[in-house]
């Protein structure tokens, strides 16, 4: 299979910084992307990356290393709204798209 | 709106019966995934259709069945159900080199 690992949960304060890392087996590697979903709702796209490097998006950002296989999503001015799951998705050959655990991130007051 | 439509939204029913789920996935997109979330957990891959054509096995039942139709929406058969099954089945379509876009789900409860 191909794993995908990411921390269970995280804590944060609003308006601070956080770091959700995700790793996985690089055999394959076509693309990851990062979600978020809120509890009973369906996940959200946030970021794709294919190539090493950082996308920033506003308060998001993501960044790779296909040779490590490695990614990380940074939430920057956090906000209560950014409370949900994140979840780490990697496409790999065949155009399957596999989802880590998730990471749970509280942000707190 | 993500363009991916679920029905139905809810379904409650009894152990030891049969659902089919629906999912018509966004215009022009041949790939659809199929993810059970049960409460607390993360997306469970179960089954990936690409044109009509099974492309990927994840840890779905033998209880559970899939197909896409020419038309390329999806069913999702589960049967023989069991308290266990309860949860959030995911549907998910995707173009070439693009990401996926979800469906609202269906919250499957057996009783």
């Known amino acids: 299979g191909q794993n995908i690992d990411q921390p269970t949960e995280m804590t944060a304060t609003e308006g601070a910084i956080v770091q959700i890392n995700c790793t996985y087996q690089?055999?394959?590697?076509?693309?990851l992307f990062w979600y978020q979903q809120h509890a009973g709702e369906a996940p959200t796209f946030l970021s794709y990356n294919v190539l090493d490097g950082l996308e920033e998006k506003g308060r998001f950002s993501s960044f790779l290393s296909r040779s490590k296989g490695y990614s990380y999503l940074l939430l920057k001015e956090l906000q209560m709204k950014d409370s949900a799951s994140y979840l780490c998705?990697?496409?790999?050959?065949?155009?399957?798209?596999?989802f880590g655990g998730g990471t749970r991130l509280m942000v707190k007051p | 709106d993500s363009g991916v439509t679920q029905t139905p939204k809810h379904l409650i029913t009894a152990t030891g019966q049969r659902v089919t789920l629906r999912c018509s996935p966004r215009s022009g997109d041949l790939s659809v995934y199929w993810y059970q979330q049960s409460l607390d957990q993360g997306l469970q891959f179960l089954i990936q259709y690409y044109n009509g054509e099974e492309r990927a096995k994840g840890n779905i039942l033998e209880r559970f069945s899939a197909q896409q139709f020419p038309d390329l929406h999806s069913e999702l058969n589960l049967s023989s159900l069991e308290l266990g099954d309860s949860a959030l089945y995911f549907c998910?379509?995707?173009?070439?080199?693009?990401?996926?876009?979800f469906g609202q789900g269906t919250r499957l409860t057996v009783v």
């Open positions: 998910a379509s995707q173009a070439v080199n693009t990401e996926a876009f």
């Open positions: 690089t055999s394959g590697f076509n693309g």
């Open positions: 998705a990697v496409k790999y050959a065949g155009n399957m798209l596999t």
